[in-house]
């Protein structure tokens, strides 16, 4: 019997499901159980040919359109998906295993944030007007064209909508591949902007691995690239786009830090510390996972944080009960197994957790490691897993210049009572998206994204839109116009 996940075809271009089952098959596995779920086909040329064809011809006629006609097919598409949000989150707990607690609070629902945050600012993307005594300058915001989004496997649906609302907004079309690893949810944003009243082709899903991005990429009619992945993902994808002169947001990984001072509240801390790097079982972009702790109270915090992290419940992820699911794939589940062992091997010292769950599926434990200096390998790269490196800190100075070290620079918290160190520590950190007294808050009416290797560009938020379109000034002549000869 077909599974439920199973989608109707492996692509979604030109207002339809397509299928080419010539492609590579990818099969989609549910990580709770190792079970086929479902299988979809990489785009063959032919099916790249047609969803860039089909958002070329779109896009024009949507630029046409009026903001407020945008606008109102981006949150008819969020007033549809928060209606769908129980069938769409248990769809994302089959794609990527995260626990159906969180997905019915944090994906089809933050999907419908972007699209309905877009399509509000739709209507008010205007130019301005720069007097020039009798003359003017007036400026035009115009959108980009064709934009490829290419996205990780962590939040499928949100990736999906925090690339095609504002793209969409702003007069462009787009294809979007979604990792080969949670291929199913984007195609339900398609169907969804359908119903809602996008024209045939505004937003094309189509599947496949990297070649296909690449293809993405490479292709003259595409003018902007998208893409949430890993650093050196995001290194080819730049370069490729930079020949042909387009347009990127890059929305990459971090080794992010998060500062927790001997004033701070400890609860409040550990929560931070536990959202920001056991939610999603840890495979967030932005994740907080090298946690400086004042030696003053390390051992405090230790102990409470071991207590609480044992009352994390790992299990079925549709038993809503349930707030700590697998690892996406296999794969992934032994890259992070085999940082742990790496973690242990550098003389770390294990708080708790440390290996496998004993039970069907791709679960780590949640691991808490202490003593870890700034050059173990732990300490230095992304595991994207549910590994918290606490790391001993005695002076403000010297746990700047530690949190700082690193290539990365996507996000960095602050815990601390007293509000001037607050604001003159994150003053100081080289991140993007930062906190104080909390952690991973991604509301979509603040920009999000990374500085140094993490990223260019942000998502979300006003800037997003800059992102997504651009400026033509236009000067205009009120007398004749005269010259040397
Ligand atoms: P990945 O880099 O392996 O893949 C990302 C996407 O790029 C996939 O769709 C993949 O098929 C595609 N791709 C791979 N090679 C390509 C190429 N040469 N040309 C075009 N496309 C190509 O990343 P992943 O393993 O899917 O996701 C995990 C990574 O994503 C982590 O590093 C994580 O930090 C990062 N991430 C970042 C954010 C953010 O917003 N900053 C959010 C989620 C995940």
């Known amino acids: 019997m077909t599974h439920p996940a199973q989608p109707k ?40 040919e047609q969803a860039l064809t089909s958002a070329q011809a779109a896009q024009k006629e949507w630029a046409k359109k009026t903001g407020t006609e945008r606008g109102r097919v981006l949150r008819r598409a969020a007033e549809i998906m928060r209606e769908r949000n129980h069938e769409l989150s248990v769809l994302e707990t089959y794609d990527t295993g995260k626990p159906l607690q969180e997905t019915l609070v944090a994906d089809a629902t933050s999907g419908a944030d972007a699209l309905e945050y877009f399509g509000g600012l739709a209507a008010s993307l205007t130019g301005e007007h720069i007097p020039l005594g009798e003359d003017w300058v007036y400026t035009i915001r115009e959108p980009l064209g064709l934009c490829v989004g290419i996205g990780a496997w962590n939040y499928p649906t949100q990736i999906a909508c925090w690339k095609g609302a504002p793209a969409l907004a702003c007069g462009n079309s787009m294809v979007f591949k979604p990792s080969e690893t949670t291929p199913l949810c984007a195609l339900k944003v398609a169907e969804i902007l359908i119903e809602a009243g996008a024209p045939a082709g505004l937003y094309n899903v189509i599947q496949g691995m990297g070649e296909v991005g690449g293809a993405l990429v490479t292709d003259p009619r595409v003018d902007k690239v998208s893409l949430t992945g890993s650093v050196p993902t995001g290194k080819k994808v730049y370069a490729a786009a930079a020949s042909g002169m387009k347009h990127v947001t890059m929305e990459l990984g971090g080794k992010s830090p998060m ?163 607050a604001h003159r520590v994150i003053g100081q950190l080289e991140a993007g998206s930062c906190f104080i007294n909390s952690y991973n808050d991604a509301p979509v009416e603040a920009p999000f994204g990374g500085v140094k290797a993490s990223g260019v560009g942000r998502e979300n938020s006003k800037e997003a839109i800059k992102h997504f379109s651009q400026v033509k000034s236009v000067y205009v002549r009120m007398g004749d116009c005269e010259a040397a000869f």
């Open 9 to 48: 075809a492996s692509h979604f271009i030109n207002g339809t499901y397509v299928e080419d089952t010539s492609g590579t098959p990818i099969p989609v596995i549910y990580a709770a159980t190792g079970e086929e779920i479902a299988t979809v086909y990489a785009a063959t040329p032919a099916i790249i």
């Open 259 to 421: 500062i927790v001072f001997e004033d701070a509240d400890i609860e409040s801390a550990i929560s931070g510390a536990i959202n920001g790097n056991f939610y999603s079982s840890g495979q967030v972009c932005s994740n907080g996972t090298r946690v400086f702790v004042h030696k003053d109270i390390k051992e405090k915090f230790l102990a409470r944080l071991a207590e609480r992290t044992a009352t994390a419940k790992l299990g079925d992820p549709m038993d809503e009960e349930v707030n700590f699911g697998p690892m996406v794939t296999e794969n992934q589940m032994n890259i992070v197994l085999g940082y742990i062992e790496k973690g242990k091997s550098e003389g770390a010292r294990l708080i708790c957790g440390g290996g496998r769950a004993d039970m069907d599926g791709y679960y780590v434990q949640p691991t808490v490691f202490a003593d870890v200096t700034d050059d173990m390998v732990i300490a230095r790269e992304e595991i994207f897993g549910p590994v918290m490196c606490v790391l001993d800190f005695d002076s403000e100075e010297d746990v700047i210049a530690r949190a700082n070290d690193t290539e990365f620079g996507l996000s960095a918290g602050v815990f601390t009572k007293d509000f001037t160190r």
